[in-house]
C-alpha cells in the first residue's frame, strides 16, 4: 500500500520562507495527483489552502504557493507569520476514488 | 456563505451502529461532490468516503469498505454516513465535505463531530 509522506516537523523564522513536501513511498507524485494542501490549528476544521498542485482556494494569500518539486508536491510558505503556525496536510488522489493523507507536518514559527 | 454543521457523533459500544448526519446551507447541494474525513485523538487526517452529486458514485477507503455507507438526501441538503460493526479504532472526529470530482478537491469543511467507541 502507497504511503503518502511529510516531514513530520519544521521551523521557519518569522518572516521566513519554509517549503513543505508531499511525497510518495514509492514513486513520483505528479499533477496527476491532484495534490491539495490543507491548514489545520488545534481543535478547527481544515482549511483548504492550495489545490489541483497550484491553484490558491478562496481568500488564501499569495504568501501560499503550490508546485511540484523533483518527485514531490510541495507547499511554500514566504514570510511567515506567527499564525502561521498549525498541522499542514497534503491528500493525493490515488485514482479509482481513493485519496490518501500524508502524516502532517506541525510547522513552528519560532 | 457555505454551512457544513455535523451530526450524530456519540458513544457507541464496539460492534455498534451509529448514523452521522451533515446538513449543508449555501450553495446547491446537489451539484457538488460530497466526503468524509476523520482524524483520531491525537493523530492526523484520514479519508474516509465520498459521494457524487446525484448519489450515484460512492467511494470508501478499504478501512471501512463494507462497514461503513455514504448516502445524501438533496431534498433536504444533509449527507449521511452510516456505520456500523464499529471498532475502537474508528473512534475519531468525523467531518464532512464539499467539494469536486473534477478537480479532486474538497473545499469547504464542518467543525465535525465526535465519535467514540468504547464499552
Not at chain 1, 505528479?30 to 483548504?48: D, I, L, V
Not at chain 1, 478562496?58 to 504568501?63: A, E
Not at chain 1, 511567515?80 to 506541525?106: H, N, P, R
Not at chain 2, 465535505?97 to 467507541?117: A, H, I, P, R
Amino acid at each position: 500500500q502507497t504511503v503518502v509522506t511529510q516531514e513530520p516537523s519544521f521551523s521557519v523564522s518569522p518572516g521566513g520562507t519554509v517549503t513543505l513536501t508531499c511525497g510518495l513511498s514509492s514513486g513520483s507524485v505528479s499533477t496527476n495527483y491532484y495534490p491539495t494542501w490543507y491548514q489545520q490549528t488545534a481543535g478547527q476544521a481544515p482549511r483548504t489552502l492550495i489545490y489541483s498542485t497550484d491553484t490558491r482556494s478562496s481568500g488564501v494569500p499569495d504568501r501560499f504557493s503550490g508546485s511540484i518539486l523533483g518527485n514531490k508536491a510541495a507547499l511554500t510558505i514566504t514570510g511567515a507569520q506567527a499564525d502561521d503556525e498549525s498541522d499542514y496536510y497534503c491528500v493525493l488522489y490515488m485514482g479509482s476514488g481513493i485519496w490518501v493523507f500524508g502524516g502532517g507536518t506541525k510547522l513552528t514559527v519560532l | 456563505e457555505v454551512q457544513l454543521v455535523e451530526s450524530g457523533g456519540g458513544l457507541v459500544q464496539p460492534g455498534g451502529s451509529l448514523r452521522l448526519s451533515c446538513a449543508a446551507s449555501g450553495f446547491t447541494f446537489n451539484s457538488y461532490a460530497m466526503t468524509w474525513v476523520r482524524q483520531a485523538p491525537g493523530k492526523g487526517l484520514e479519508w474516509v468516503s465520498a459521494i457524487s452529486g446525484s448519489g450515484g458514485t460512492t467511494y470508501y477507503a478499504d478501512s471501512v469498505k463494507g462497514r461503513f455507507t455514504i448516502s445524501r438526501d438533496n431534498s433536504k441538503n444533509t449527507l449521511y454516513l452510516q456505520m456500523s460493526s464499529l471498532r475502537a479504532e474508528d473512534t475519531a472526529v468525523y467531518y464532512c465535505g464539499s467539494g469536486n470530482f473534477g478537480t479532486k478537491k474538497f473545499d469547504y469543511w464542518g467543525q465535525g463531530t465526535l465519535v467514540t467507541v468504547s464499552s
